[in-house]
């Protein structure tokens, strides 16, 4: 099994066991942990830091903006701080894949990763 595979099994765990998230599609949270490129493998990259309003707001540019096409507007902020709150904002392993995942499926974009 290659490091993006046992990655995806922690992912899916995290989902099921700790967010709750009782379906998960896989193919899509695979595209949405390959969107994150690099940064995957590196352990401050890999998570989203929600304490830390430049790296949100890099979230908002960088994949809801540049990546998602979205417009800016105050939904992508609410859509964030949603994404935060599934998590809990004390958890601090917000991997960036699922932040992803979640912010694609919040604004119904899975297709783009089919």
Do not use: W
């Amino acid at each position: 099994m290659g490091k993006l595979d046992e990655l995806l099994v922690k992912y899916e765990e995290n989902m099921t066991d700790k967010l709750g998230i009782k379906k998960v599609d896989k193919d899509l949270l695979r595209a949405a942990a390959k969107s994150c490129g690099p940064a995957l493998y590196r352990k401050d990259a890999s998570t989203v830091s929600s304490g830390d309003a430049a790296e949100l707001e890099r979230v908002k540019k960088n994949f809801l903006i540049g990546k998602l096409g979205l417009k800016d507007s105050p939904k992508l902020d609410e859509a964030i701080q949603e994404v935060v709150d599934t998590f809990g904002s004390s958890n601090r392993n917000k991997h960036r894949a699922i932040f992803y995942y979640l912010l694609i499926k919040k604004f119904k974009k899975a297709s783009m990763f089919k």
